[in-house]
């Protein structure tokens, strides 16, 4: 049997919001078969429960925000990110403040974080959403256009064309694919970083948002050129952290998914879309479990390894 997984232990890490700038503290705790992955605002009066699934999503600008019960988590999709890379089921995301900590921008210090509580594996069958129909979501013309789509797959893969129109940003790889089988999730994605404008930071600052970016948690560029002295981590750095994004805000339907995603300059709101267009149709889709490990598709059924 294919089996579920939360972690062996509790571990801890403390950052900054991305856009609030306030310091907040994050435990991973592990939990229950069949829990899902559930934030906790421990910083409440009286602690909320935001347990994760497309519906609870309530923003997706800059960032996927979850809600319940009145309280939300804003930037949850990194954390996401490496729960989906690293196939973890179960998990309890204590918080302090609204907002998850950027760290270093990207999704490696969550990778290490749950890597160094040690993964558990529980005894549940890990269950999965198959699609076994196509299921697109689709806007704007032209310049403006922009999609995203699941297809049938046994396994699970990604592919993001991206289009900015910036020096930069068109000097580097534009469209990416990644397969979760080759297990290479925390060497070839989970380290690449969120990035954003100069100009638009300027804006978003003046309207309260990005006080906790800068040249230590995103790659910043101005009019022409990247600004980081280090440069970047990866030769499609831009196109790959959309690839991270994604996987974060697709494992937020609660369960991994079996299927092929491609997608042309989506973001947090048409994946979200995406998502709950799929639950929209039931003939499209199935909840499947693998009692032989061997029926599993390599990458999903296998340990993420160590870097």
């Given at each position: 049997m294919l089996q579920q997984r939360t972690l062996q232990t509790l571990t801890r890490a403390v950052g900054v919001g991305l856009h609030s700038g306030e310091r907040v503290e994050l435990t991973l705790r592990p939990a229950q078969p069949d829990t899902g992955i559930v934030f906790r605002r421990v910083d409440l009066p009286t602690?909320?429960?935001?347990?994760?699934?497309?519906?609870?999503?309530?923003?997706?600008?800059?960032?996927?925000?979850?809600?319940?019960?009145?309280?939300?988590?804003?930037?949850?999709?990194h954390l996401m990110s490496a729960c989906s890379g690293?196939?973890?089921?179960?998990?309890?995301?204590?918080?302090?403040?609204?907002?998850?900590?950027?760290l270093d921008g990207s999704a490696a210090s969550f990778?290490?974080?749950?890597?160094?509580?040690?993964?558990?594996?529980?005894?549940?069958?890990k269950r999965f959403?198959?699609?076994?129909?196509?299921?697109?979501?689709?806007e704007g013309q032209g310049t403006q256009e922009k999609w995203a789509r699941l297809d049938p797959h046994h396994g699970f893969k990604l592919s993001f064309e991206i289009d900015f129109d910036h020096p930069a940003v068109d000097a580097t790889g534009q469209r990416v694919a990644f397969d979760m089988d080759t297990g290479r999730y925390s060497r070839d994605i989970a380290r690449a970083r969120t990035f954003g404008f100069?100009?638009?930071?300027?804006?978003?600052?003046?309207?309260?948002?990005?006080?906790?970016?800068?040249?230590?948690?995103?790659?910043?560029?101005?009019d022409y050129k990247v600004l980081n002295s280090d440069g970047?981590?990866?030769?499609?750095?831009?196109?790959?952290?959309?690839?991270?994004?994604?996987?974060?805000?697709?494992?937020?339907?609660?369960?991994?998914?079996?299927?092929?995603?491609?997608?042309?300059?989506?973001?947090?709101?048409?994946?979200?879309?995406?998502?709950?267009?799929?639950?929209?149709?039931?003939?499209?889709?199935?909840?499947?479990?693998?009692d032989d490990e061997r029926a599993a598709p390599k990458g999903l059924?296998?340990?993420?390894?160590?870097?």
């Open positions: 602690p909320v429960d935001i347990p994760v699934n497309a519906t609870a999503v309530t923003d997706t600008r800059l960032a996927s925000t979850i809600s319940h019960a009145g309280a939300k988590v804003h930037t949850v999709e690293l196939g973890i089921d179960n998990l309890y995301v204590d918080i302090t403040a609204e907002e998850v900590p950027i990778v290490f974080l749950l890597q160094s509580a040690g993964i558990a594996l529980q005894n549940a069958p959403v198959r699609v076994i129909k196509p299921v697109e979501v689709r100069t100009r638009d930071v300027e804006m978003m600052r003046a309207n309260g948002l990005a006080l906790g970016g800068g040249l230590d948690n995103a790659i910043v560029m101005d970047l981590r990866y030769d499609d750095e831009f196109v790959k952290h959309k690839i991270l994004d994604a996987m974060g805000d697709l494992y937020i339907l609660g369960k991994p998914l079996l299927a092929s995603y491609s997608a042309f300059r989506s973001g947090h709101a048409m994946n979200n879309r995406l998502l709950r267009e799929l639950l929209s149709r039931p003939d499209a889709y199935e909840i499947v479990t693998f059924a296998q340990l993420t390894p160590a870097w």
